[in-house]
């Protein structure tokens, strides 16, 4: 495919610049370097190539990124309910314990006095 070196375009608004930069950023003018680097046969065909590639990365770029964000949040969260989990069982330790010390001063008192503290 030979180039049309003829073709004039007429210059972009302000707006329309922005937009280019905002979709395509530095890829776009990345994509055209390596039209005029490699010198396909058919550059237009080359380019569409590039940028279907390019944006099929990104996507797996941004899933991969997005997998990374949960899979630290699933993590995080799952150290909360570690934490919330040990927390727990402490506290029934020391539950346990303070019931334990209860029923062992209780016995201690009901011996000493003489009753019994579960009469039959």
């Keep these: 495919l030979d180039c049309d070196p003829v073709l004039v375009f007429p210059k972009p608004a302000r707006m329309e610049t922005n937009y280019l930069k905002r979709c395509?950023?530095?890829?776009?003018?990345?994509?055209?370097?390596?039209?005029?680097?490699?010198q396909p046969s058919d550059p237009i065909e080359y380019l569409a190539h590039w940028l279907y590639h390019y944006r099929k990365m990104a996507k797996a770029k941004e899933k991969d990124r997005q997998e990374k964000i949960q899979l630290q949040r699933?993590?995080?969260?799952?150290?909360?309910?570690?934490?919330?989990?040990?927390?727990?069982?402490?506290?029934?330790r020391e539950?346990?314990?303070?019931?334990?010390?209860?029923?062992?001063?209780?016995?201690?008192r009901n011996s000493a006095v003489g009753t019994n503290p579960h009469p039959m």
């Design 74 to 92: 699933e993590y995080e969260n799952s150290l909360k309910e570690t934490r919330m989990a040990e927390m727990l069982k402490q506290e029934e």
């Design 24 to 38: 395509f950023g530095n890829h776009l003018a990345q994509a055209l370097a390596e039209v005029a680097m490699v």
């Design 95 to 108: 539950i346990q314990q303070q019931c334990e010390k209860y029923h062992h001063q209780l016995g201690r």
